[in-house]
């Protein structure tokens, strides 16, 4: 009774703040209601309890159009502390509910309720949410779909119907008792035990063909799939067998159509697919297998799951599966990343700066932290660490949105470079020269309205990967990527300014660099960093500050609701 109270208030002092934009422009309101829980799940012959939203592993979609806003009342049943963070949502002058742990909010405690407010703006396909504590958005994680607005459409034919797909990790263990292990160890965390489609492994993994995830569909019908990858540490190829796929959205951004037999998804990455169901009736794999272009431990197992064709048929013993490139394919995933292209029409335009207000080089590395005696569980007998510009981020125990606004000392330092302190050759032979970075919750701070070009490079300090970097509060131009040290005069020469993608989430190329750009027009404070899990863990990350503008309307959004979680 009481939680709808709540609901009920926060749903209505939203409307209060949102009356005029209501009224001008008949935007939705929605109100949805997450319990976090404990949950008994059985995979792989294993039965464990985890941490849920509504007892539901995926959890649930919210549907919205674009610009609605949405009021989630989010219970903590659960034994510890989260937070839920809106992936790819902008949340234009509102980090108050963006939900990064210690970043914008402290989590909600056990036994607590916080409602957030979740602002759509332009936006248009598929996101995705999940919690934004530690390690348990492996398990606490759904999507998102945002719908064109009222007498607008698609920029394709209006497709049969829908399907939101979710690749996963399942762990057999506590993922929290892995982190918090790793963490004491400074030892790499446990790889998960399986993938998963909409909560299933699916063929080949163990107890799990029965419990495999069917996806119906007709003969002659096309069908938009939004694929949300939420796994933890791994890139994914996937594909569907003897079909192909038609890529018309990245991040709830249109792209130029691209017509291939599979995709490559970093974590983090949406997309949206078109699919003709043009075979003969039967059934086809899905699958999902990985990408790994770098010497670590990884989960090596493949997911899937099933397009059922309806009709009368006898189902084949042995469906056909769909083949995948090899799971160190750099150049597939290459192939495939170098097509996207923002579609650029009149009806979806881009705007990407052409003239740089701000510009940034980040030195993207995973390093060691020096353990006496060799006591620890990572290389050298040393502590496995990440950095951004060989700075290792520390979590404050006190959150910096509010620290920022109620201008709190000895929280953060507003010292992040804007480029590498020290110089070298970023992708050569590095020896030890910055394999241990310093530590510190350094900021970065930026004008409002700053035209922002950001260079991620890539190092071969300690093990190159390829690193899927998030930025919080904004969607960028992902503008050039290439391998190699980034030339400050013949790399820009390779820049698409006519048509990059816009994205939230884009691949640094294992010792490669990637450049973005966008416009500082969210003031707040955003976090940014990589969504490989353990990388974040261990320090790759950092936070942007976007000054206010000079008005009311280029600037923060008052504390709404103010019952903000307190640190404790």
């Known amino acids: ?30 109100h949805y209601s997450f319990v976090l829980k404990e949950t008994n799940f059985t995979r792989l012959c294993t039965t464990k309890s985890m941490f849920t939203v509504n007892g539901r592993w995926p959890g649930p979609t919210i549907s919205v159009r674009k610009g609605d806003t949405a009021f989630v009342n989010v219970y903590n049943g ?37 409602t957030y407010e979740v602002i759509f703006s332009d936006e248009e396909g598929t996101l995705w949410w999940h919690a934004h504590s530690d390690w348990s958005r492996a398990t606490i994680h759904g999507a998102i779909v945002i719908l064109p607005e009222n007498g607008t459409s698609y920029p394709f034919a209006t497709p049969y119907a829908e399907e939101v797909l979710i690749l996963a990790e399942w762990f057999n263990g506590d993922v929290m008792e892995l982190i918090e292990n790793a963490t004491e160890t400074g030892a790499d965390p446990q790889i998960s035990d399986a993938y998963a489609i909409n909560g299933q492994p699916g063929f080949p993994n163990n107890c799990s063909n029965e419990t495999t995830y069917h996806f119906p569909v007709q003969y002659g019908k096309t069908y938009l799939l939004r694929v949300v990858h939420a796994g933890m540490n791994e890139e994914m190829f996937f594909g569907i067998a003897k079909h192909n796929l038609t890529v018309v959205a990245q991040d709830a951004a249109y792209i130029k159509p691209i017509t291939t037999d599979y995709v490559m998804m970093t974590p983090g990455q949406t997309m949206d697919i078109l699919l003709t169901a043009d075979q003969d009736p039967s059934y086809y794999y899905i699958a999902a297998t990985p990408f790994v272009d770098a010497d670590v431990p990884y989960d090596s197992s493949n997911t ?35 097509r996207i292209r923002a579609l650029a029409s009149d009806e979806h335009p881009i705007n990407v700066p052409t003239k740089i207000d701000t510009q940034i080089l980040i030195t993207v590395s995973v390093n060691e932290i020096f353990c006496p005696n060799e006591s620890c569980g990572g290389p050298n007998g040393n502590r496995l660490a990440a950095s951004l510009n060989n700075i290792s981020f520390l979590t404050p125990t006190i959150d910096i949105l509010q620290a920022y606004y109620k201008n709190l000392s000895n929280v953060f330092t507003k010292d992040f470079p804007n480029k590498p302190l020290y110089a070298f050759n970023y992708t050569g032979d590095v020896g030890n020269n910055t394999l241990y970075p310093s530590l510190g919750t350094n900021v970065t701070m930026i004008d409002y309205g700053a035209a922002v070009e950001m260079v991620f490079q890539g190092t071969n300090v300690q093990t190159p990967e390829n690193h899927p970097m998030h930025l919080h509060g904004f969607s960028f131009y992902l503008v050039g990527t290439g391998y190699g040290n980034f030339n400050e005069t013949t790399s820009p020469e390779t820049y698409n300014l006519v048509d990059p993608p816009e994205v939230n989430t884009i ?62």
């Open 507 to 568: 691949g640094v190329p294992k010792n490669g660099w990637a450049t973005i750009r966008f416009i500082a027009n969210n003031p707040g404070v955003w976090f940014m960093h990589c969504h490989l899990e353990r990388h974040a863990s261990w320090g790759m990350a950092t936070v942007i500050i976007v000054k206010n503008g000079p008005t009311k309307d280029t600037s923060v959004l008052p504390i709404l609701p103010e019952n903000l979680p307190l640190c404790s």
């Open 78 to 114: 659960g034994n510890y502390g989260v937070t839920i963070h809106w992936h790819g949502v902008k949340q234009p002058r509102n980090p108050w509910s963006d939900g990064p742990e210690n970043i914008t909010q402290c989590p909600i405690q056990p036994g607590k309720n916080f």
């Open 1 to 30: 009774m009481e939680l709808n109270k709540i609901g009920v208030l926060f749903g209505f002092i939203g409307f209060l703040f949102f009356d005029g934009l209501l009224l001008c422009t008949a935007k939705n309101v929605h």
């Open 304 to 338: 899937s799951a099933i397009l059922q064709y309806a009709g009368n048929y006898t189902p084949p013993s042995s469906p056909p599966y769909p083949s995948l490139p090899n799971v160190t394919d750099r150049d597939a995933a290459d192939n495939f990343t170098s």
